[in-house]
T-cell receptor, first 115, second 112 residues
């Protein structure tokens, strides 16, 4: 089964600083990879996804992520944090090739943005 | 607009009661999923269904049951056998290609 590791359950940055949220996955086959954002008591909103096209993926709200097969990583970045970016972020991988066809999630990273 | 509707948003259950959480989608997606979210644990898969009248257990299916009688609907029943049901429950659906998943806004279940 797939697994996803998000390093750092809490990340704090200053407004205007670089945001870097880390995600590593376990797979011998390049999977579909996703980043979602969740605000309190709400569902998940898709930030971006990798589906075997360009390795640098641009998403909404200025976020982007780079798929690195050699490192089995899919880290999320944003050049300049905004107060509205404070939320919980989840990295997920699709088990499509294994047949289960469901998303497996990391444990999440809560991003705090300090003024 | 197409999307997924979960109801109710908040649900309170007494010990020993079964409760059913509703999930309806109008995206024409074949696959639907139920996840449970607890603080610090991410989302864990309860059940999933790739097609009408078929469903599979996920990683934490004990104490839960589902049905898939219609393409649009995938209700989840939390039974009295679920020892710790207090959690946030999220329903999702996906395209057959596996590259697009849509989530509902969730139901928060509390045992009182």
């Amino acid at each position: 089964a797939q697994s996803v590791t998000q390093l750092g359950s809490h990340v704090s940055v200053s407004e205007g600083a670089l945001v870097l949220l880390r995600c590593n996955y376990s797979s011998s086959v390049p999977p579909y990879l996703f980043w979602y954002v969740q605000y309190p008591n709400q569902g998940l909103q898709l930030l971006l996804k990798y589906t075997s096209a360009a390795t640098l993926v641009k998403g909404i709200n200025g976020f982007e992520a780079e798929f690195k097969k050699s490192e089995t990583s899919f880290h999320l970045t944003k050049p300049s944090a905004h107060m509205s970016d404070a939320a919980e972020y989840f990295c997920a991988v699709s088990d499509w090739d294994t047949g289960r066809r469901a998303l497996t999630f990391g444990s999440g990273t809560r991003l705090q943005v300090q003024p | 607009d197409g999307g997924i509707t979960q109801s109710p948003k908040y649900l309170f259950r007494k010990e020993g009661q079964n409760v059913t959480l509703s999930c309806e989608q109008n995206l024409n997606h074949d696959a639907m999923y139920w996840y449970r979210q607890d603080p610090g644990q991410g989302l864990r898969l309860i059940y999933y269904s790739q097609i009408v009248n078929d469903f599979q257990k996920g990683d934490i299916a004990e104490g839960y049951s589902v049905s898939r009688e219609k393409k649009e609907s995938f209700p989840l029943t939390v039974t009295s056998a679920q020892k710790n049901p207090t959690a946030f429950y999220l329903c999702a659906s996906s395209t057959t290609g596996g590259d697009g998943y849509t989530f509902g806004s969730g139901t928060r279940l509390t045992v009182v």
